[in-house]
């Protein structure tokens, strides 16, 4: 997945030269695809298809830091088989389009919902102070070790030989 800038307008015409301009983030795997989802929403929140409007700019949006672990919360909303609902999950990641890969992964697991039928609302780095979940708080302390669990010791070098006769 790729986060990628639309911007897009309605065709300019001899009544509106200058069109109003809409800027969208849209999360998906090519440029093509982001642009389809751009019509998409677009034609749902004003009136406005691709055939009378069009695209000025696809841009990727890459993030400068991803060496630390941050807090993302990400509102949502989705189209289930009972009806269409609201939700924020909280995710920690090294990047934006990292916890919105978990995002989707944990949305097909536990809710059975499509790719195509989750709309992001917004998404936002949080600290830790306002961290909810149990998943999200179990990591944020500072000392916090993960055993190894399987260690095989290794054979000892006295006891092996070089040259051995077969």
């Not at 055939?51 to 949006?61: A, P």
């Not at 195509?116 to 916090?144: G, L, M, N, T």
């Amino acid at each position: 997945i790729h986060h990628y800038q639309v911007v897009g307008r309605k065709a300019p015409t001899e009544n509106d030269p200058t069109p109003q301009l809409y800027r969208m983030q849209i999360f998906a795997k090519t440029e093509v695809h982001a642009k389809s989802r751009f019509w998409y929403f677009l034609h749902q929140y004003k009136k406005m298809k691709k055939t009378t409007g069009e695209i000025l700019s696809v841009n990727e949006i890459r993030e400068k830091n991803t060496r630390t672990v941050k807090n993302y919360a990400i509102s949502l909303r989705y189209n289930s088989r009972s009806g269409t609902h609201n939700m924020v999950k909280e995710f920690r990641a090294v990047s934006l389009v990292d916890a919105v890969t978990k995002m989707y992964q944990e949305m097909a697991g536990l809710h059975r919902a499509r790719k195509e039928s989750i709309q992001i609302i917004s998404h936002a780095v949080i600290p830790a102070s306002e961290c909810k979940r149990p998943s999200v708080v179990q990591f944020h302390d500072r000392k916090i070790k993960f055993p190894l669990t399987h260690v095989r010791p290794r054979k000892s070098k006295r006891f092996t030989k070089t040259y051995a006769a077969s």
